[in-house]
C-alpha cells in the first residue's frame, strides 16, 4: 500500500494501450500517475472515479490543427477538451498577410503568450514555413525553444504559400542537423493551378468540378519529391492529410528504404467523399479534396497496416460565412447553388476535432476496421513519439502526466453543431450516429470535463516543448507500432 494519499483512484475501468487492454485501477498525485494495479480500492485518495465499463485511455493529442480563424485557441481548446483531446499541437507561420512583418519565431512566441493565457488544454506548436521566410536562421532558433517540427506546403503558389524546392532541402537538411522533423502538404501546386485556371476559363467553377481540378496523381507526385528530399538530406518526413489511395504505395516503398517517414490521415478521409462536396458545396472544400469510397477504405486498410502512422483533426475553426469568402463563393440560397458562384473562391477547411475521436471509434473500432488498441497507437503514442513529448504524453504508465480520458462505448449519441462547443456553426459529420463518447477527461492530474461541463478554467495550459532527442524514432531503432 502506498504511504502518500492519492489525490484520484479511478477504480474499475479498463485501461487501453497500444500494447493491450486490462483491468487496472489508476491512482493519480499532483500532476502525474502515482500508481497502477488490477486492484488499488485499498489505496487512500481524495475521491474514487468509477470507470465501470469504461475505456480507460491516455488523452487524445491532436497533432494537427489551425486554430486561427473564427475558433482560436480559446474556444478550440474548449471543443477539442469535449471531444476526448488533452494535448494540441497547432500550426503557426508568420503574420504577413495580416500586415505584420513577423518572422515564424516572432508569430510562434505570440503564439505561446496567447495559448498561455487563453487555452484549456496543453499545447505544443508546429511551425509553417513559407518562401518568404529566412530558414537559415529560423529553424535552429525555432528547435532551440522546443518547435521540432516544420510544416512547408508544395501547393499554393498563387497564394504565396508555397515552398520552393530548393528552400525545402535546405529547410530539410537544418531541421536533419538540429533533431528537427520535416512536414509537407503534398499536392504539385503548379499543376493544381493550372487545372483551375483552365476549368474557370471553360466556365466549369461550380462544386462537381473542384476534385477534377485536384486529382490523386498531384498528391502522389509530391509526396514521391517529398521523400525523395528526406531521403537526401537524411530528415525525418512527416506526411500531412494523406488522402489518396495510392499513397500506401508510396509510403510502403520508401519505409522500405528505411527513412524515417510518417503518415497521417484525418478523420473526414476515413468517413466522407466527394459526394459531401456534391451535397454541400463550399463547406466541403478542403485541401486535398474529399476523394471515393475507394480511398477512405484504403486510408483505414492504411491505418490498420502501420502504413498510416497517426490521424489528426486538421480542424480549422471557420464559421459558414468565412467559407464563402465574404459571401461570393458558392452560397446555397434557399436552397438552389448561385450558378454564378465559383467553388474556387472559397476557403479551404473544415472542423473535425471534437468529432474525431468518436468518429474513428465508430468507423474503426465499431466496424472492425481497427482494434481499439491501435486506436491508442495512432491518436495517442505515435504523435507523442514523432513530436518529442513521450512518455510524458501519450501513454498511461507511472510517472506518466496524468491525462488520462474515460470513454463510454455504451452512449449513442448523434454529431452536430450544435452540440460542439466552438464557435465555427458547422460540421460535415452533421447527424452522424455513433455509438461510444468520452465522458471525463483530466490533464496532469485536474478535472477538464465531467458531466458534460467544463472545469478547468484557462490560465493553466502548458506549453510542452518538443524533445529533439526524442522525436522522430527511426523504423530501424525505436520503431512506431
Known sequence: MTTQRADYLISGGLVVSGESISRQDVLVRGEAIMKMGPDLSGEAAVRTI?????????GIIDAHNHPVNADRIDTFSISAAFGGVTTV???????????????????????????????????????ILLGDDDVETQVPRLIEM????????????????????????????????????????????????????????????SREHYAQTQPRILEIEAA???????????????????????????????????????????????????????????????????????????????VATNLIDTIGSDFCGFRKDQKYSGGQSERVEGGAQDAAASIFDASFGGNWCEQMLPVVYEEGVNRGRITLTRLVQVLCENPAKIFGLYPRKGVLQEGADADIVLFDPSIRHTLGADSQHCLSDFTMFEGKEVLGKPVVSMQRGEIIIEDGELKRPVGRARYCQGNSSLAAWSPTGHKIV
Open 50 to 58: 468509477d470507470a465501470s465499463g469504461m475505456y480507460v485511455l491516455p
Open 89 to 127: 499541437i497547432p500550426f503557426i507561420r508568420n503574420r504577413h498577410d495580416e500586415g505584420i512583418q513577423d518572422t515564424p519565431l516572432d508569430a510562434v512566441e505570440a503564439f505561446i503568450e496567447e495559448a498561455r493565457a487563453s487555452s484549456v488544454l496543453d499545447f505544443g506548436v508546429h511551425a
Open 146 to 205: 522546443g518547435v521540432i517540427s516544420f510544416k512547408m506546403f508544395m501547393t499554393y503558389p498563387r497564394r504565396g504559400m508555397m515552398m520552393p524546392d530548393d528552400r525545402m532541402l535546405r529547410a530539410m537538411e537544418l531541421a536533419s542537423r538540429n533533431g528537427g522533423v520535416a512536414m509537407v502538404h503534398a499536392e504539385n501546386g503548379y499543376c493544381i493551378d493550372y487545372l483551375v485556371e483552365k476549368f474557370t476559363g471553360e466556365g466549369k467553377t
Open 224 to 302: 514521391n519529391r517529398a521523400a525523395t528530399y528526406a531521403t537526401v538530406t537524411d530528415c525525418p518526413l512527416y506526411i500531412v492529410h494523406i488522402s489518396a489511395r495510392e499513397m500506401l504505395e508510396v509510403l510502403a516503398h520508401f519505409k522500405g528504404e528505411g527513412i524515417r517517414l510518417y503518415g497521417e490521415t484525418c478523420p473526414q478521409y476515413l468517413d466522407l467523399t466527394n459526394q459531401a462536396m456534391l451535397d454541400h458545396g463550399a463547406l466541403a472544400k478542403i485541401g486535398p479534396p474529399l476523394r471515393e469510397r475507394e480511398d477512405t477504405e484504403a486510408m483505414w486498410k492504411g
